[in-house]
């Protein structure tokens, strides 16, 4: 690698560090180490092949979307973790800060399995579309919306305080909140 291309990968580190692990910190559910090793992965990956990427960031992010599924894929026959019910929390449902509604989003996030999980970040935090989504995962359209549709429902059911009592069952748990968890 040359100085100029050394010189580039390290600028473009420096910019778009804490964007990857804001994106790796939701797709690890909320393990700070984790995050960490997923950007580092796929900044490895990115620096051996530095001179042929045409996006950096495009790339990273894509390579660290596959190392995460490659994860949950390698841990498929386990049992989800268990929980004890949290406390009541009062500051949602009366509209607390736009802090508290993404904390309580992280941690509901957090419980959700890596599969789920990884389906709601790419369609509300990367904005994809289920066709994108299908694609980097490599399933089918019809998967990728059950997965969503399963996915969003166990997350009302753990964080009931993020859905709107106006709405209806179906529709409480806002894309505002998901979109929300990205800050």
Not at 132 to 159: D, I, M, Q
Request: some cysteine.
């Amino acid at each position: 690698m040359d100085p100029q291309d050394h010189e580039r990968f390290r600028d473009f580190v420096d910019a778009r560090w804490s964007a990857l692990l804001r994106l790796a910190n939701l797709l690890t559910g909320g393990d700070l180490h984790e995050a960490e090793d997923l950007v580092q992965i796929a900044l490895l990956k990115a620096l051996g092949r530095w001179r042929h990427i045409e996006d950096p960031e495009g790339y990273v992010r894509k390579v660290m979307y596959r190392h995460q599924i490659s994860r949950w894929r390698l841990r498929r026959p386990h049992r989800e973790p268990t929980f004890a019910t949290p406390p009541e929390r009062s500051g949602l449902a009366d509209g607390t800060s736009d802090a508290d509604l993404r904390i309580a989003v992280g941690q509901a996030l957090a419980r959700l399995t890596p599969r789920q999980r990884t389906v709601l970040v790419l369609r509300y935090f990367e904005d994809l579309s289920e066709t994108e989504v299908a694609g980097v995962l490599g399933c089918s359209v019809g998967t990728v919306r059950s997965t969503t549709h399963r996915s969003l429902a166990r997350l009302r059911g753990l964080a009931p305080e993020l859905g709107d009592p106006a709405r209806n069952a179906s529709t409480a748990l806002s894309t505002k909140a998901l979109k929300g968890a990205r800050t």
